[in-house]
């Protein structure tokens, strides 16, 4: 069976098409530049170079039919007809308070995401694009919503209320919801699958480190605590954005610097984190090796990021009464070796330690799951490559057996 995975941006369309056998991808691509200057389709088929198509998309409907076209192409192509298709998996960014788990496409979930265009202004109604543009496309293929901030929904209120007078939290919904749910459920599964053990009875924390980044408290399985809020600016200090700061600086900086709302958030979400810091580069790639050439700066970015990790998952343990295992994912935490050592280091005492030959062998570019923590060490350390597209179509045959 093959299931298709759409992750629709404003003026992108993201798609994996995935063999659910074996769980192989067969092919995947981005059509980029929808409705602007440009179009371009790029498209690989696994074992196949990549190629580019140019052509006049003007909307979303129109990038589906063009990957559809392509899928089934006699060249590029690596199906046969659309009805090769079993059903189709969204990504899908923001389902406030209501969603709590991967769910069929119909009107409500369609409803449910819009009620929230406000909380994600930049991706649900971009999302929902994608969805209409699919059901336009193929009208009689099923369809599965996987929503970021779901696998967070068990927060318990004290986790996700702010100290804001509690009237506007009810009137506008501000309060923690946290993202990359997706990827802390994909990584806190595969260990209890590489463990083989059930989830209930253990405390774990999830580092998804990348150009964003977010940790999750997950205890038994279930989300506790993350350190994403109302929007993916909270928490980690990250590529170009500030993270946690204090909220007065805001005030501050609008009066001094005379900036609206919309400059000051492009302040915080574009021009801060590592990037505003070091003034160097948001990749880390970029940035240990300006640090490396001794820029302090660079330096003083990378202790910032490996100090505020540490600071989580000290955090976290008080959380949940303890700690078992701690996991490294996405592109930071699967490729950089020194970030996890960093924010290892001085956990000692929380039984946390870390086998330097381990952690040092996966790094840039190897892509690989392990073990990293020392014999000695009473929590278990681990790097495993966050895969959102084969958790969203893992949901979408969960839901599709269902039907
Ligand atoms: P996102 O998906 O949020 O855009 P990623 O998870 O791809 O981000 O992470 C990007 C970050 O990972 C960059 O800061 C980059 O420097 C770092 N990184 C380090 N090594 C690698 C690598 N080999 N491949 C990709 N990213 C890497």
Redesign the pocket.
Known sequence: MNVLIVNAGSSSLKYQLIEMEDESVLAKGNVERIGIEDPILKHQATGKDEVEIPEDIKNHTQAMKLVIDTLIHPEYGVINSMDEIAAVGHRVLHGGAKIFESVIVDEKVKNVIRENFELGPLHNPANLMGIEACEEVMPNTPMVAVFDTAFHQTMPAEAYTYAIPYEDYKKYSIRRYGFHGTSHRYVSKRLFKLLNRPAEGTKVVTCHL???SSIAAVKDGKCIDTSMGLTPLEGLPM?SRCGSIDPAIVTCLMEKKNLSPEEMSIYMNKKSGVLGVSGIS????DLEAAAEEGNERAKLALDMFSYSVKKYIGAYAAAMGGLDYIVFT???GE??PLIREHACKGLEYLGVKIDRKKNDKIT??CGVEGEISAKDSRVGIYVIPTNEELMIARDTVELLNLL
């Open positions: 990348g150009n964003g590529g948001s990749d880390f790639r996405a592109g930071i490729n950089t840039s570019g």
